[in-house]
């Protein structure tokens, strides 16, 4: 059964760190460009980061660039998030994506084009 499942959220204090997890089964998560999204209440999802399905190709939001770095563990069907010196204004649910289609211009898909949408997980910056 295919399945698309992100992890890895919780409670952390400013300056802190968490490693966001996005694991595929049933389907190659290499042949797919992922990206990262983030919520908040009453806002629109956020394109905080992406990474590339055919030369690897990283991309991120301003606010992140710096603290967040996007990568692969292929071996494991995996792509990670990871995230450090956190600030409590990147409070949110994170949601990582993935789309199949080839790129056709560089930078992230447009957010209609992904295929398949993980469930989200909470990350809470607090002291």
């Known amino acids: 059964q295919l399945q698309f499942v992100e992890s890895g959220g919780g409670l952390v204090q400013p300056g802190g760190s968490l490693r966001l997890s996005c694991a595929a089964s049933?389907?190659?998560?290499?042949?797919?460009?992922v990206g990262w999204y983030r919520q908040t209440p009453g806002k629109e999802h956020e394109g905080v980061s992406c990474?590339?399905?055919?030369?690897?190709?990283?991309y991120y939001t301003d606010s992140v660039k710096g603290r967040f770095t996007i990568f692969r563990d292929n071996a494991k069907n995996m792509v990670y998030l990871q995230i450090d010196s956190l600030k409590p204004e990147d409070t949110a649910v994170y949601y990582c994506?993935?789309?199949?289609?080839?790129?056709?211009?560089?930078?992230?898909?447009?957010?209609?084009?992904?295929?398949?949408w993980g469930q989200g997980t909470q990350v809470t910056v607090s002291s």
């Open positions: 994506a993935a789309d199949a289609r080839p790129a056709v211009v560089p930078g992230c898909p447009p957010l209609y084009e992904y295929d398949y």
């Open positions: 990474i590339s399905s055919s030369d690897g190709s990283t």
């Open positions: 049933g389907f190659t998560l290499d042949d797919y460009a």
